[in-house]
């Protein structure tokens, strides 16, 4: 099947958001699911990586604003691959 661009889009930030979550779940965050809500908490901490992916996808998030996020959460040097990772290498932030 031949994705249109939104569907595209909207494929990519899927994905991006479960590599978030899976490289927050690493570190030590805890998931939480409910129907129809899912993020993750590390201590006082609470991320929807689904969430953070849209809004720095749509630009409603700047890049400088999560990089900021990504230090007060003490991840800005975390992976979205792990050291066994054939993909690129680069930091979330």
């Known amino acids: 099947m031949l994705l249109n661009p939104e569907q595209r889009i909207q494929r990519a930030r899927s994905l991006l958001g479960a590599a978030l979550a899976l490289a927050l779940v690493r570190v030590g965050w805890q998931v939480h699911a409910d129907p129809g809500e899912l993020y993750l908490t590390k201590g006082n901490e609470q991320l929807n990586p689904f969430e953070v ?19 007060s959460y003490g991840i800005e040097h975390t992976l979205l691959v792990d050291d066994a990772g054939e993909a690129a290498r680069g930091t979330m932030s």
């Open 53 to 71: 992916v849209t809004k720095l996808s749509d630009g409603t998030l700047s890049p400088e604003s999560w990089k900021q996020a990504c230090q």
